[in-house]
């Protein structure tokens, strides 16, 4: 089964969380100010303490008053800077989400150096970082990016996400799985980890844990075709076959595909169910007219059913698909010399 990432789903995700929320700056001036509000209560309590006192006791307090002034009008000067950099930050952020957008990577990039440079500590500048150097195919540098993101904010999902996706491509199986797991841990309601899960079990082959991802997937999110569909296919691998159609039924009933339909035939020919199978392969065929692996999947049938004549046709029609011609022509010399 295909891995059905996508980069448009990846960069939705980091829009989502940085390019909504751009001005979700570092609290500066809140600190600042609260430290402000503690040198005017002093100054209010050095005041009192002036009343009533020796010269020297007052010019002491006086001193300390003072110094409490200065350090107050330094705070504000910081406050003004602050609400300057917060908007050069907002500004450099909003600049990477662009360049991602126009998938110019290199340039996102450099934008997102710039919110660094201002804020070392800016988890999703780090993020964004990491989906550009992704597509640039750096990935020692993406993954770097992310796990920077995520030792500043463990919380943010989504790096953990991008992070799992990065290993599965990179057949780090075992730390995909973790990873989605920790993006879980997060936010259980994140439906493409289970879907990301259940991916890097079927690269692993393991269709038992891969269906049990599945499973968990369409319990979070019931209206998720593709992960009925991946059910299906995983349900086939383990010989389950009506519970295969069942999901697969779900899948086609939510949004109608070639592939489902395609993977249905597949499980009804298994099961004998010749005449039915031959109206799955159809229903595939009508959304993607020149798909080999449902003509393949009707020679079947016809094959089932005795009919070797139609059985050639469909098999010579999936022989037009480079994919299935090797298998398809195997079965035309099959049938021909019988």
Same mark, same amino acid.
């Given at each position: 089964?295909?891995?059905?990432?996508?980069?448009?789903?990846?960069?939705?995700?980091?829009?989502?969380?940085?390019?909504?929320?751009?001005?979700?700056?570092?609290?500066?001036?809140?600190?600042?100010?609260?430290?402000?509000?503690?040198?005017?209560?002093?100054?209010?309590?050095?005041?009192?303490?002036?009343?009533?006192?020796?010269?020297?006791?007052?010019?002491?307090?006086?001193?300390?008053?003072?110094?409490?002034?200065?350090?107050?009008?330094?705070?504000?000067?910081?406050?003004?800077?602050?609400?300057?950099?917060?908007?050069?930050?907002?500004?450099?952020?909003?600049?990477?989400?662009?360049?991602?957008?126009?998938?110019?990577?290199?340039?996102?990039?450099?934008?997102?150096?710039?919110?660094?440079?201002?804020?070392?500590?800016?988890?999703?500048?780090?993020?964004?970082?990491?989906?550009?150097?992704?597509?640039?195919?750096?990935?020692?540098?993406?993954?770097?990016?992310?796990?920077?993101?995520?030792?500043?904010?463990?919380?943010?999902?989504?790096?953990?996400?991008?992070?799992?996706?990065?290993?599965?491509?990179?057949?780090?199986?075992?730390?995909?799985?973790?990873?989605?797991?920790?993006?879980?841990?997060?936010?259980?309601?994140?439906?493409?980890?289970?879907?990301?899960?259940?991916?890097?079990?079927?690269?692993?082959?393991?269709?038992?844990?891969?269906?049990?991802?599945?499973?968990?997937?369409?319990?979070?999110?019931?209206?998720?075709?593709?992960?009925?569909?991946?059910?299906?296919?995983? +349900?086939? &691998? $383990?010989?389950?076959?009506? *519970?295969? =159609? #069942?999901?697969? !039924?779900? %899948?086609?009933? @939510? /949004?109608?595909?070639?592939?489902?339909?395609?993977?249905?035939?597949?499980? +009804?020919? &298994? $099961?004998?169910?010749?005449? *039915?199978? =031959? #109206?799955?392969? !159809?229903? %595939?065929?009508? @959304? /993607?007219?020149?798909?080999?692996?449902?003509?393949?999947?009707?020679?079947?049938?016809? &094959?089932?059913?005795?009919?070797?004549?139609?059985?050639?046709?469909?098999?010579?029609?999936?022989?037009?698909?480079?994919?299935?011609?090797?298998?398809?022509?195997?079965?035309?010399?099959?049938?021909?010399?019988?």
């Amino acid at each position: 089964m295909k891995n059905m990432k996508t980069e448009g789903s990846i960069i939705f995700i980091l829009l989502l969380l940085i390019g909504i929320s751009v001005l979700n700056a570092p609290a500066y001036a809140t600190d600042y100010e609260a430290q402000i509000k503690e040198l005017q209560k002093k100054q209010q309590q050095l005041t009192q303490d002036m009343e009533n006192v020796d010269m020297d006791t007052y010019n002491r307090l006086m001193e300390e008053y003072n110094k409490a002034g200065e350090e107050i009008k330094v705070l504000k000067e910081k406050i003004v800077a602050a609400g300057d950099m917060d908007k050069q930050v907002g500004s450099y952020i909003n600049q990477g989400n662009r360049h991602l957008k126009l998938k110019q990577f290199k340039e996102a990039i450099a934008a997102y150096d710039k919110v660094i440079e201002l804020d070392p500590e800016n988890p999703k500048a780090y993020f964004g970082k990491g989906v550009a150097q992704k597509y640039l195919k750096q990935y020692v540098e993406a993954e770097a990016s992310y796990l920077k993101a995520i030792q500043i904010d463990p919380s943010l999902a989504a790096a953990h996400m991008n992070l799992a996706t990065l290993y599965s491509s990179l057949e780090k199986y075992d730390r995909a799985i973790a990873k989605y797991n920790d993006a879980l841990s997060q936010d259980s309601s994140l439906v493409k980890a289970w879907y990301g899960i259940g991916n890097t079990y079927i690269k692993r082959k393991d269709y038992k844990n891969a269906s049990v991802a599945f499973k968990r997937a369409v319990e979070v999110d019931p209206r998720y075709d593709k992960a009925y569909n991946a059910l299906g296919s995983c +349900l086939i &691998e $383990l010989y389950q076959y009506n *519970d295969a =159609i #069942a999901a697969l !039924d779900k %899948a086609v009933e @939510i /949004k109608p595909s070639a592939d489902a339909y395609y993977r249905k035939a597949k499980a +009804l020919n &298994e $099961l004998g169910r010749y005449q *039915d199978a =031959i #109206a799955a392969a !159809d229903q %595939a065929l009508t @959304i /993607k007219r020149r798909m080999g692996a449902a003509q393949y999947e009707k020679g079947r049938a016809y &094959e089932g059913l005795g009919n070797k004549t139609s059985a050639i046709v469909s098999y010579q029609e999936a022989a037009k698909d480079g994919r299935w011609a090797r298998i398809a022509n195997y079965e035309i010399d099959r049938l021909k010399s019988e």
